[in-house]
Structures are given as C-alpha cells and as structure tokens.
C-alpha cells in the first residue's frame, strides 16, 4: 500500500498567519493527491484535487503545489474559519490512502 | 441541490452484521463512482471502498476484504455497504462520499452527514 505521511500532526497559529502542511508520499503517485479539510463533528470537504486544483467553491487563499512526491497545502492568510484538521490522500491506486492528519490550531 | 444521506448504522455485536444504506439525490447517480469512508472515535479518516458508476469495478481496504460488501442500485440511487464478521475495530462513523468521476475513483467531492457503527457486546 502507498503510505501517505502528512507534517506536522498539529500546529498552532494565528488568524492572518500563512499556515504550510506537507504531505510525503511512500512512492510516486504523479500529481494525484487530493486535500480535506474537516471541522469537529462535520464530514470532510474537498479542498484541492489532482494536487494544485482548487474545488469550486473554496476560497483562494488555498492553494496546493507538488514535487516529485511531497505535497504542500498552503493556506495564505488564515482565517477564523480555517481552523480545523486537514487530510491528504491519495488516488495513485485505486486503494485510497489518507495522511493521518494536521489539525491547525490557535 | 446534490445530497448523501446515510443510514443502518447502530449497535451491533461482534461477529454480527449490519447493511449501510446511501440515498444520493441531486445528480446523475449512474455516472459517477461513489465510497465509504470511515472514521473511529478520535481517529482520523480510513477509505473503506469504493465502487464505479456501473458498479462494475469494486475495491475495497485490506482491513475488510472478504467481510464488506459494497453494492449500487442505479434504479434507486442508492449505495450500500453489506458488513458481515464486524469486529469491534470496525466501530467507526461511516461517511457515503460521491467521486468527480465514473472510473476509477478519484477524489470525493460531496460526503454525507455519516452514520455510527458501534461493534460491543
């Protein structure tokens, strides 16, 4: 199974801060990695897919980039509603595989 | 507006089983691939299974191949998750999630509310 690690496991930080989380993939998986986010008590939500492409909807101070096979989510200026934990995962194989998670935090 | 509405989930002994039901409303069911997703209490997110628009191509987790079953019924536009030999790692909340295609499974782009599993004698 491709193994999916995701830095740091948790952070803290303030609104207007830019806030970067990592993703390292076990092997190439070209640029198919997907970003979550998901609030207490909430199902996740896509963010970014095929590693840099923004969903509909989400607001541009997300933005996701890729090199060979780490994987950055960068959110530019944090905001109250950006706090909340974030998952990688990948799609390389059709057996999905998620990070184990950052939650950003004040 | 697109919609997933789980249900079936509870309380369940170990070795028993449990079906989970999807309702998708709000798109074109047939043509996209759907997954379960699943999440223990304090734990992070843990894909289960996934299955193509014509429910042709099925995949599942090592952890529950050859104890979960996941099926579609396009006629209705619904998912399910059959989960036999349940043990009590299984207990989790169970998230429906609808792909952005048909095949192969590629990234979820609307989950639903999610259902609670709970494996305990």
């Known amino acids: 199974d491709i193994q999916m690690t995701q830095s740091p496991s948790a952070l803290s930080a303030s609104v207007g801060d830019r806030v970067t989380i990592t993703c390292r993939a076990s092997?190439?998986?070209?640029?198919?990695l997907n970003w979550y986010q998901q609030k207490p008590g909430k199902a996740p939500k896509l963010l970014i897919y095929?590693?840099?492409n923004l969903q509909t909807g989400v607001p541009s101070r997300f933005s996701g980039s890729e090199s060979g096979t780490d994987f950055t989510l960068t959110i530019s200026s944090l905001q109250p509603e950006d706090f909340a934990t974030y998952y990688c995962?990948?799609?390389?194989?059709?057996?999905?595989?998620f990070g184990q998670g950052t939650k950003v935090e004040i | 507006e697109v919609q997933l509405l789980e249900s079936g989930g509870g309380l369940v002994q170990p070795g028993g089983s449990l079906t989970l039901s999807c309702a998708a409303s709000?798109?074109?069911?047939?043509?996209?691939?759907m997954g379960w997703v699943r999440q223990a209490p304090g734990e992070g997110l843990q894909w289960v299974s996934s299955?193509?628009?014509?429910?042709?191509?099925?995949y599942y987790a090592d952890s529950v191949k050859g104890r979960f079953t996941i099926s579609r019924d396009n006629s209705k536009n619904t998912l399910y998750l059959q989960m036999n030999s349940l043990r009590a790692e299984d207990t989790a909340v169970y998230y429906c999630?609808?792909?952005?295609?048909?095949?192969?499974?590629?990234?979820?782009?609307?989950w639903g509310q999610g259902t609670t599993v709970t494996v305990s004698s």
């Open positions: 999630a609808k792909d952005q295609y048909f095949n192969p499974p590629y990234a979820a782009d609307v």
């Open positions: 709000g798109f074109t069911f047939s043509t996209y691939a």
């Open positions: 299955i193509s628009g014509s429910g042709d191509s099925t």
């Open positions: 092997q190439t998986i070209s640029r198919n």
């Open positions: 095929a590693a840099s």
């Open positions: 995962q990948q799609s390389y194989s059709t057996l999905w595989t």
